[in-house]
């Protein structure tokens, strides 16, 4: 197919126009990376996300960090229902999923956008994970999250569900939606944490399988993974907005216009 | 049986611009279909989901139309569980006001795919029956609004200056437009002058 019919078929498919998606290709050598860490509680990988994060400063690269739940618009939300124990699986999701993409549009595009590299601590897949084990349909959750904005790197700390107990429980017990409790009707917590975790793993697998993380042995000492992780960072190649993410970003384009604006000679 | 007969325990959902509106048409349609089945209203932002945005509100930090949508998704799933499904399992009527097509044609209006809304609210059973109530393009414009009328007041207000989505009376016309042509395809009717006399049994 000839480029011009291609880029055509490309922009219909998507419902992206073909200057929409012209802006995007532009924008590619510009844009900055988005990175994300993945894995059970306990794995290290906030750690390894700290390390990474200084040592890129270090190297002059622009960093924005964004965790899990941090939306300032939504997180007081979740928590004040969390507090209530009134959360049931679909609406937890909904609220993440309303926290993610507020934090998509708010902090990670405009970041990315501007040549930022982004470092999350959790991305999607922990929804598809956490919600995947509370019952809700992956296909479902796939809509729910749509347009996804596909990072250029998922590091996934793979790491026993027996580790991820012990490192998080040595000194306290799990809350009540850590542990699950909300569906397994278990009243000891970390019993319960016990048999939710390997749902989660289990899905966290799959994930890994179908998506092809870039997996972290978690069981490695602190430097080994740091090292790792630098090797693999370096080794990482772009994924495409204009083949992955035109419909993640052209939504966000269009309801954030200003972003292309020229701005106004003085 | 006549379609105008609805056996009890079921769904009926009210959709519409105006949140005012809603509120009373929810009331009269309550009066009259829960007075012997028993039964209540399931209204937006049951949860305070909204009314808990709206305190903390940074205009800056609008949520987008996706956003919006995702949390009336979730205030939907609060009033499924606490209030809808607890109803009619008691074989009591519901009155839900607004339900999904309300949802879906602020969706629409704002720009956002009908696939991907249909997809969101797949969770939510269908409603037994879905009325619209009677509101024009005209009149529609006229009506001075709050902010915590109801949904489609509180996101046009949200996104109302996003040039994309329209400003706040744009996104109402298309409210109301979409409402209008499920009418015409038969998916929803006006609420009638006089609703049917005889309850089902």
């Known amino acids: 197919m000839k480029g011009k019919e291609k880029k055509k078929k490309k922009a219909r498919s998507t419902g992206c126009s073909e200057a929409m998606l012209e802006v995007i290709r532009r924008q590619e050598a510009r844009r900055g990376l988005l990175i994300t860490f993945e894995g059970l509680d306990g794995s290290g990988k906030s750690t390894q996300r700290k390390l990474f994060r200084e040592w890129l400063k270090a190297a002059g690269y622009p960093v924005v960090s964004t965790k899990w739940n941090s939306s300032p618009l939504i997180k007081p939300l979740i928590k004040a229902r969390k507090a209530a124990h009134s959360l049931r699986p679909e609406e937890f999701s909904l609220l993440h999923a309303a926290d993610l993409r507020h934090r998509m549009e708010t902090v990670v595009l405009p970041a990315l956008w501007a040549g930022k590299t982004v470092i999350a601590d959790r991305w999607f897949f922990t929804a598809l994970a956490r919600d995947g084990a509370r019952g809700m349909p992956l296909n479902w959750l796939l809509n729910t999250y749509s347009p996804i904005l596909w990072p250029d790197l998922v590091f996934y700390f793979s790491v026993s569900a027996e580790t991820s107990t012990k490192r998080m429980f040595a000194t306290r017990s799990p809350k009540f939606y850590e542990a699950g409790q909300d569906i397994t009707n278990l009243e000891d917590p970390i019993t319960s944490y016990t048999h939710f975790i390997q749902r989660v793993l289990r899905e966290y697998e799959a994930l890994n399988t179908i998506f092809q993380f870039v997996s972290v042995n978690a069981e490695k000492t602190i430097y080994e993974q740091h090292q790792s992780i630098r090797l693999l960072f370096r080794q990482c190649q772009r994924r495409p907005w204009a083949e992955w993410n035109e419909e993640a970003v052209s939504d966000w384009l269009r309801n954030n216009p200003h972003v292309l604006e020229k701005p106004r000679a003085r | ?201």
């Open chain 2, 1 to 201: 049986m006549p379609a105008d007969l609805l056996p009890a325990g079921q769904l009926i959902a009210v959709e519409g611009c105006s949140g005012r509106a809603l509120q009373e048409s929810a009331e009269r349609l309550k009066n009259h279909f829960c007075r012997k089945a028993g039964g209540g209203i399931s209204a937006w932002d049951a949860s305070s989901l909204f009314y808990e945005l709206s305190l903390g509100a940074d205009p800056l930090q609008a949520p987008s139309p996706r956003t919006l949508l995702l949390l009336y998704a979730a205030d939907l799933s609060f009033r499924l569980q606490w209030q809808i499904r607890p109803a009619l399992s008691e074989g009591q009527f519901v009155i839900a006001a607004p339900y999904i097509e309300t949802a879906m044609a602020f969706g629409q209006a704002a720009g956002l795919p009908a696939p991907w809304l249909k997809s969101l609210f797949r969770f939510a059973p269908a409603a037994a029956r879905t009325y619209r109530i009677r509101e024009s393009r005209d009149t529609a414009a006229k009506i001075k609004i709050k902010v915590m009328d109801g949904f489609v007041e509180f996101g046009g207000l949200m996104v109302g200056k996003n040039s994309c989505s329209g400003t706040r009376k744009d996104l109402q016309q298309k409210v109301i437009s979409y409402l209008v042509e499920k009418e015409a395809q038969g998916v929803c009717r006006k609420i009638p002058s006089r609703l049917p006399a005889r309850l089902p049994a």
